[in-house]
């Protein structure tokens, strides 16, 4: 294939003929991936240098994560930049009779080929095999104890499986196996860039993120008026998608089609992200987005309305993992989980030592407050008022229940025009600070003329709290009656302040 730069001419279609030699397997390319996407150029490099370095590699990322496109990137690459045969296909999710998962492994190769089942020489091929869906290769013992645990340098076969999920540890399998699979750090790639990976992530680095904006942009400007945004609303998509490119795709497309925007577009003006805010932070202009781009399938990543009624008990596992950032349980002994994480609605990462913990990929996987700032590669240290402040949404949840609406926290730190929790069923609004942040400018938000004052009229908000979360106490004191400051301590206890400054209570410790 000749090497060309856009439009990109991907599409795998694999055509075999019967015979020994790979040689007489056909690769139609059908497809291509449009200009408005980005070549990824450095994470593909860098995916192919660790493929040249352990011979396999295994990345995992929930649907719609990015994982295919960047399979056929990296065939693409390594087309143009080697002569390695490449030969891309998904694992089928059946093999006829008498292919079982206890079949050896070029049994299942050839018959996907179209070669003879019994031709045992892939280990002399000089070949890529990128698989997707891999997922469902996991139970074929042979693929796995016979191949991928033997490949190293010494051999020229090359093994990329890109999966919606398994397991983030030095052990890619969950079953166990006559002897173990053993995966280096840095053969295991994930959602987002790690120390081991720090080039290689399924979700867009800040430089990808930006081309892709600039592409999409231009992508919209040839078809209609220019569409710009300002560098605070990209800033703000990029926090509230971290970078995952369907959800970055879907933003992006729908700001440009929304009408609420054409009078900028007309003229050639860049669309502020006050402007955007009031459509952002509305649920039902997020949830039409993602459902109406059926293109770019954010949706696929996301679980039905209908499966969630059909499904209560995994509804209420989903809300439970809500509240708590994810889940610590064993999917073996959760079956809720255990659908959640093989849905690919939850990704398994390891936060701790070697045990696996499930979160939401994004903040609108979690459809409300992002877990990004979850992850220990992402934030060395998570801020102790941060745990506070997770531990007063976890403890409202647990005495309010359902009752808690979490009205605009999904949309990240940048809040439009309502505040972070409101309590259905009541008149009650509660907002929540870090560290003396911007305080003059919080409480003037609910004041007549302030960014909140219509919501709050709108909800008939009779009282509200602006709680703010720091280790020290304040030493500015404020007549504002509805604010608090909780000053956390390290043995985790906190004690509450009102403005003037006035101790309320005794000193309090978190509950289990």
């Known amino acids: 294939m000749n090497n060309t730069n856009s439009p990109y001419r991907v599409s795998l279609n694999l055509k075999a ?24 150029e450095v994470t593909v490099q860098a995916l192919w240098k660790r ?88 139970p074929y013992t042979s693929l796995w104890n016979d191949l991928i645990k033997i490949l190293s340098s010494d051999y020229c076969i090359r093994v990329a499986l890109f999966s919606s999920y398994g397991s983030p540890s030095s052990r890619p399998l969950e ?32 430089q990808e993120y930006d081309d892709v904006v600039k592409r999409v942009a231009r992508h919209h400007g040839e078809h209609g008026p220019l569409f710009r945004l300002s560098r605070d609303l990209q800033d703000y998509i990029w926090e509230i998608t971290s970078g995952h490119a369907s959800a970055v795709r879907v933003f992006l497309d729908c700001l440009a089609s929304s009408d609420a925007f054409h009078e900028f577009r007309r003229r050639s003006a860049e669309i502020p992200l006050s402007a955007a805010w009031e459509r952002l932070s509305d649920d039902s202009f997020v949830i ?8 770019h399938g954010l949706a696929r990543g996301l679980p039905r309305k209908q499966f969630l009624q059909d499904n209560p008990e995994i509804a209420q596992f989903l809300r439970d993992a809500v509240a708590t950032h994810g889940s610590n349980d064993n999917p073996d002994s959760n079956s809720a989980l255990k659908t959640c994480y093989q849905m690919g609605w939850l990704q398994a990462e390891l936060l701790t030592d070697d045990k696996p913990t499930y979160i939401f990929p994004t903040a609108i996987h979690r ?10 590669f992402v934030l060395n240290t998570r801020p102790l008022e941060l745990t506070y402040q997770d531990e007063f949404y976890r403890y409202c949840y647990s005495l309010l229940g359902n009752q808690l609406y979490l009205a605009s926290e999904w949309t ?17 609004a509660i907002e929540i600070l ?15 003329g302030g960014r909140y004052y219509q919501w709050l009229q709108a909800q008939g908000i009779h009282d509200y709290a602006i709680l703010d979360f720091g280790r020290t106490q304040p ?21 509450l302040y009102d403005g003037k400054l006035s101790l309320l209570d005794d000193e309090v410790a978190l509950l289990d």
């Open 17 to 40: 003929r019967a015979g020994n030699s790979l040689n007489q397997t056909s690769i139609q390319h059908t497809g291509y991936i449009d200009s408005s996407r980005t070549g990824r």
């Open 51 to 138: 493929l040249q370095e352990f011979s396999v590699v295994h990345v995992r990322g929930t649907p719609a994560s990015g994982k295919s496109t960047l399979a056929r990137l990296l065939q693409l690459h390594v087309q143009n930049t080697s002569n390695i045969r490449v030969i891309s296909f998904t694992w089928p999710m059946n093999f006829p009779a008498p292919l079982s998962v206890r079949s050896p492994y070029y049994y299942l190769l050839n018959h996907v080929l179209g070669r003879p089942l019994d031709t045992d020489d892939w280990l002399e091929q000089r070949v890529l095999l990128i698989i997707d869906e891999a997922q469902g290769s996991y």
């Open 175 to 206: 079953a166990q196996t006559p002897t173990p699979v053993i995966f280096d750090p840095k053969q295991r790639v994930s959602l987002w860039r790690t120390p081991a990976n720090p080039d290689i992530g399924l979700f867009f680095s800040q």
């Open 288 to 295: 039409n987005c993602i459902e109406n781009s059926a293109v």
């Open 367 to 376: 459809s409300r407050r992002g877990c990004r700032d979850r992850m220990g």
């Open 412 to 428: 990240g730190t940048k809040k439009g025009g309502r505040a972070n929790f409101q309590v259905r069923g009541t008149h009650w």
């Open 434 to 448: 870090r560290d003396g942040e911007n305080i003059e400018e919080h409480v003037a938000r609910f004041k007549p």
């Open 475 to 495: 030493q500015s004191q404020w007549e504002d009656e509805h604010l608090y400051f909780v000053v956390c301590s390290e043995d985790y206890t906190y004690r």
